[in-house]
């Protein structure tokens, strides 16, 4: 077994290329975790946590997430070493929640047993694909006039399939408008949780008249019956984001023939693992799945990437080029987008991009480095 010799635990604010409004607020700037895992013979992991300055998607945020690093999970890895992922999360489990704190340290620990391993990541989990399809994922905008024009760039730049953020107030509008301007694009809705079960007959008129081809947890984490009512007799897919956190909530909502196909960030679900084997429960029930992302910079973009290489992701992920999200990215090569609404999948070992140090130095607000104390 290989120890841990040292581990970063940075926090870095970025501001995005365009501010991204959702249901449950706007985000200008994005602050987050990044952690550096460097064991004994010398290689390091790197992993992205999604969590958020403020317990908005879920209840966790940026310093829930240090809190559990630093008091669980660094410890774990003192005591056990760099441990292989799936051991890591079977231990990780004793202790209740934090998934997005837990994904961080797992994603951290498959780049650095790929790299010991000389493989790439998406090698490692079991893929073989070179390309994944990618959509993107539009915030609310200020009018529909400038969403109109708005979709219209992404789709210029060669995005083939879109995802608005919508809520109370802002859907029959907008989506009709681009149903008109756009008739063939591929066209989905995600509305966190923002609506109430007395809208479901209303979401279902709109999605069906404007041939919405997918609607994203438009009810509350907890509403599974009331996603199940919107299920019925749908002509659309009625996905499910924040209600599923693990394989007990998969099987429940499945159960209840509460979604027709399903999100999966390894942030929301504990890491690549679990979020693998949510993907595959998916397939074997014959609901697609997609990965989703947290507008994550390329270190968390490449573990999402490698992700949606695995056979059972087979709808376009809300995985964009760097340069909708942050520019410059924090890596290198950035994430650009290719033939056919794609991104290629890197080869190279472990995340298979290389962290620009001069542009992370600039975004770096708080840096804390641990080492193993040797008895
Ligand atoms: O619900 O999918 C979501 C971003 C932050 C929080 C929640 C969500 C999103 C997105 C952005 O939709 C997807 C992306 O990273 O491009
Ligand atoms: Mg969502």
């Known amino acids: 077994m290989v120890q841990v010799r040292r581990v970063q635990l940075d926090e870095l604010e970025m501001p995005l290329v365009e501010p991204f409004e959702t249901s449950f607020g706007v985000e200008r700037r994005r602050r987050f975790l990044v952690l550096r895992i460097e064991s004994e013979d010398g290689e390091t992991g790197l992993g992205e946590c999604v969590a958020t300055r403020d317990p908005l998607y879920s209840s966790e945020s940026v310093a829930t997430a240090r809190w559990m690093i630093e008091t669980y999970l660094l410890p774990l890895l003192w005591r056990e070493g760099a441990l292989a992922p799936p051991i ?3 231990r990780a489990q004793a202790w209740r929640g934090h998934p997005m704190a837990k994904a961080a340290v797992e994603m951290a620990l498959w780049d650095l047993w790929a790299r010991r391993h000389r493989q790439s990541l ?3 989990l079991g893929s073989r694909r070179r390309r994944v399809e990618v959509g993107v994922s539009v915030g609310i905008q200020p009018s529909v006039p400038t969403l109109v024009r708005r979709v219209g760039d992404y789709l210029a730049d060669g995005y083939r399939r879109i995802k608005i953020k919508v809520r109370p107030g802002w859907d029959e509008r907008p989506v009709a408008a681009l149903r008109r301007e756009f008739p063939d694009i591929r066209l989905w809705v995600d509305a966190n949780q923002a609506y109430p079960a007395s809208a479901v007959a209303a979401i279902r008129r709109w999605a069906t008249r404007y041939a919405v081809e997918q609607v994203e947890q438009p009810f509350p984490e907890h509403a599974l019956a009331t996603h199940a009512q919107l299920v019925r007799g749908a002509r659309f897919r009625a996905c499910l984001d924040e209600s599923i956190t ?4 998969l099987e429940a909502a499945i159960g209840m023939q509460a979604l027709t196909s399903l999100n999966v960030k390894a942030g929301r679900v504990g890491g690549l693992g679990a979020g693998r084997e949510l993907g595959e429960r998916a397939a074997r029930a014959r609901l697609p799945a997609w990965v989703g992302g947290m507008l994550e910079t390329g270190i968390g973009r490449a573990h999402n990437v490698a992700l949606a290489s695995l056979s059972p992701f087979t709808f376009p992920a809300d995985l964009s080029a760097s340069d909708r999200y942050y520019q410059p990215d924090l890596v290198e090569p950035a994430f650009e987008l290719g033939p056919g609404s794609t991104l290629s999948v890197p080869s190279g070992r472990g995340i298979g991009v290389d962290v620009v140090e ?6 770096l607000r708080r840096h804390r480095e641990f080492r193993r104390k040797t008895a």
């Open 88 to 90: 890591f999360r079977a």
């Open 122 to 124: 998406a090698h490692a």
């Open 246 to 249: 693990d394989l007990a909530t």
């Open 358 to 363: 001069s542009i992370y130095r600039r975004h």
